[in-house]
T-cell receptor
Framework: DGGITQSPKYLFRKEGQNVTLSCEQN?????MYWYRQDPGQGLRLIYY???????QKGDIAEGYSVSREKKESFPLTVTSAQKNPTAFYLC?????????????FGAGSRLTVL | DQQVKQNSPSLSVQEGRISILNCDYT??????FLWYKKYPAEGPTFLIS?????DKNEDGRFTVFLNKSAKHLSLHIVPSQPGDSAVYFC??????????????FGTGTRLQVTL
């Protein structure tokens, strides 16, 4: 079945450590996105990539980095510069065109900083 | 500045009755609206959408109404079922297609359908 796989599902990190969240899709989608969800807030866009080897900052990119070396993969690194990294992270992809806003999401990764 | 607002954090409805989830927006440039449904520990899934050229879109038990002059949309679920219990996010974009990078999400409404 086609879909998006995020790993790990749960991750604990000590302050000052970088962590990388994996996102893989087999939907042949060109565009991929990373969102952050906090309690009582909507999904906020961290980074997005419309094509391989290219990505743009979203609304809350500070303290995060991404790469897009393959169409299927869009990993997110949460760096020590991110002041409040504890959150639920969602990766999504879309086919673009008229369906660009119809996102397919992964199951999410919950990051907790100890 | 919250451009998409869902003022009811939670809603409880009896099975079989109508659920009405509301969403207000402030940006007059928004042209395309969507509803996503999210179960705990899962990612959201697309439910239904509406373009600003329409005032209603229906898909089975789900109907979305758009009132552009009031900058208000609502999602009606009839009849409500226990499996509809989830968090519902309203989202809006100035573009129908091209990119989802302009999509703005509301804060969500938790719907509980009781027996």
């Amino acid at each position: 079945d086609g879909g998006i796989t995020q790993s790990p599902k749960y991750l604990f990190r000590k302050e000052g450590q970088n962590v990388t969240l994996s996102c893989e899709q087999n939907l042949n989608h060109d565009a991929m996105y990373w969102y952050r969800q906090d309690p009582g807030q909507g999904l906020r866009l961290i980074y997005y990539s419309q094509i391989v080897n290219d990505f743009q900052k979203g609304d809350i990119a500070e303290g995060y980095s991404v790469s897009r070396e393959k169409k299927e993969s869009f990993p997110l690194t949460v760096t020590s510069a991110q002041k409040n990294p504890t959150a639920f992270y969602l990766c999504a992809s879309t086919s673009g065109g008229d369906g660009a806003n119809v996102l397919t999401f992964g199951a999410g990764s919950r990051l907790t900083v100890l | 500045d919250q451009q998409v607002k869902q003022n009811s954090p939670s809603l409880s409805v009896q099975e079989g009755r109508i659920s009405i989830l509301n969403c207000d927006y402030t940006n007059s440039m928004f042209d395309y609206f969507l509803w996503y449904k999210k179960y705990p520990a899962e990612g959201p899934t697309f439910l239904i959408s509406i373009s600003s050229i329409k005032d209603k879109n229906e898909d089975g038990r789900f109907t979305v109404f758009l009132n552009k002059s009031a900058k208000h949309l609502s999602l009606h679920i009839v009849p409500s079922q226990p499996g509809d219990s989830a968090v519902y996010f309203c989202a809006a974009s100035p573009l129908r297609g091209g990119t989802a990078s302009k999509l703005t999400f509301g804060t969500g409404t938790r719907l509980q359908v009781t027996l």
